[in-house]
């Protein structure tokens, strides 16, 4: 070899590899090849002087100074027991499901409220169309999927009438053509 000197074998100790542009740990003082080079490859015991780190707690979720030289998660449990402002107790909740639905006996919420166009009730998911909840007010409801050969229940001006939807279609048909 003419050159023996030259280059560096890296510290890494299941590495070994002879690097000849070498690069060296800033903390440790040790040579390492450019796979190790990092504070995490090497796991560098002093990388927490280096690091630099903003820690936030996790139960107020406000920063944490941590000072140069002490390590992040001790900083973190002595604030948690000195000066944390978090309370369970006044934790607020949210409310997202704040319209309840009209129906007797029903007791779901939605998200938005789901209004129907006669009776101006609010509905959930289940009970949103007329036919669902049985609506008595306004005119006379039409299922809007088409006239298939269900039966319908329909309420009329004091008295229910089971009638089918072919009958149903029938009859707005006729009315149509006069």
Not at 10 to 23: G, I, V
Not at 24 to 37: G, I, M, N, S
Request: proline letters at 6%; glycine letters at 6%; hydrophobic letters at 30%.
């Amino acid at each position: 070899m003419e050159f023996p000197d030259l280059g560096r074998h890296c510290s890494e100790k299941t590495c070994k590899q002879l690097d000849f542009l070498p690069l060296k740990c800033d903390v440790c003082e040790r040579d390492f090849c450019k796979d190790h080079f990092t504070y995490a490859a090497h796991k560098c015991p002093f990388a927490y002087k280096k690091d630099i780190q903003v820690p936030v707690c996790p139960l107020c979720n406000s920063p944490v100074p941590v000072r140069k030289g002490e390590i992040p998660d001790v900083v973190v449990g002595e604030h948690i027991d000195r000066n944390c402002k978090y309370r369970p107790e006044k934790k607020e909740q949210v409310r997202i499901f704040t319209y309840r639905c009209s129906k007797k006996g029903c007791k779901k919420r939605e998200m938005l409220p789901l209004a129907c166009e006669q009776c101006s009730g609010n509905f959930c998911i289940q009970h949103r169309h007329p036919l669902d909840h049985r609506c008595t007010r306004g005119s006379l409801t039409v299922s809007t999927a088409g006239f298939g050969c269900e039966s319908l229940r329909v309420q009329t001006v004091g008295r229910s009438a089971l009638l089918s939807s072919c009958w149903l279609a029938w009859q707005l048909r006729s009315k149509v053509k006069r």
